[in-house]
């Protein structure tokens, strides 16, 4: 079925660090590709999103490339802040025969950010 | 502002009694999701709904009931025949299309004891 596999943390960078979440996903129809935050006793929030081969999404320096040939969607920035640790969360919609798929989410992947 | 309330934000329950968790939105959507949160196992979905008077079973569903009755509201019932009701419960909302995000509420924290 279809699934998406993240990479495990938790991950610990310095401020300033560069950031890479391996994300990975199986599925059988044409997915969009998602990537959501969540803070510390809060709810998830929409980070950034593409919905075709190719596309590249990108939210507050956050980005990350839908990649058909390698079936990822890798969250990267270029450096990170203190008030960048949360969580991440990797997630897909696949279309069933035109309608509307649920969400499949990543494990998520905790990432903490030292000063 | 528009968006998802989640209501109350901690619950504390005696095991074998139901409890109801509640979930409005103001954003118009016309889907809406239960999720339960377990730590290190991500979000898994207990239910859906993409229609008033229509709802269908998650992942999860066993132990816990929903109703849509109206288009703003979608609560939860924990039931005592669920074995581990323990958990952070995350209610969603969205618009049709694949391609449309989740909002998500600030979820509910139950606590069975």
């Known amino acids: 079925g279809d699934s998406v596999t993240q990479m495990e943390g938790p991950v610990t960078l310095s401020e ?7 994300c990975t996903y199986t599925a059988t129809g044409y997915p969009s590709l998602f990537w959501y935050v969540q803070y510390p006793g809060e709810g998830l929030q929409l980070l950034l999103k593409a919905t075709k081969a190719d596309d590249k999404g990108s939210n507050k320096g956050f980005e990350a490339t839908y990649r058909k040939e390698t079936t990822s969607f890798h969250l990267e920035k270029g450096s990170v802040q203190v008030s960048d640790s949360a969580v991440y969360f990797c997630a897909l919609s696949v279309d069933y025969g035109g309608s509307q798929g ?7 992947t905790k990432l903490s950010v030292k000063p | 502002d528009g968006g998802i309330t989640q209501s109350p934000k901690y619950l504390f329950r005696k095991e074998g009694q139901n409890v ?3 979930c409005e939105q103001n954003l118009n959507h016309d889907a809406m999701y239960w999720y339960r949160q377990d730590p290190g196992q991500g979000l898994r979905l207990i239910y859906y709904s993409q229609i008033v008077n229509d709802f269908q079973k998650g992942d999860i569903a066993e132990g816990y009931s929903v109703s849509r009755e109206k288009k703003e509201s979608f609560p939860l019932t924990v039931t005592s025949a669920q074995k581990n009701p323990t958990a952070f419960y995350l209610c969603a909302s ?3 299309g694949l391609s449309s995000p989740l909002h998500f509420g600030n979820g509910t924290r139950l606590t069975v004891t």
């Open chain 2, 20 to 22: 109801t968790l509640s």
């Open chain 1, 16 to 22: 300033e660090a560069f950031l890479t979440i391996n």
């Open chain 2, 94 to 96: 969205s618009d049709r």
């Open chain 1, 102 to 108: 649920n969400l499949i989410f990543g494990k998520g």
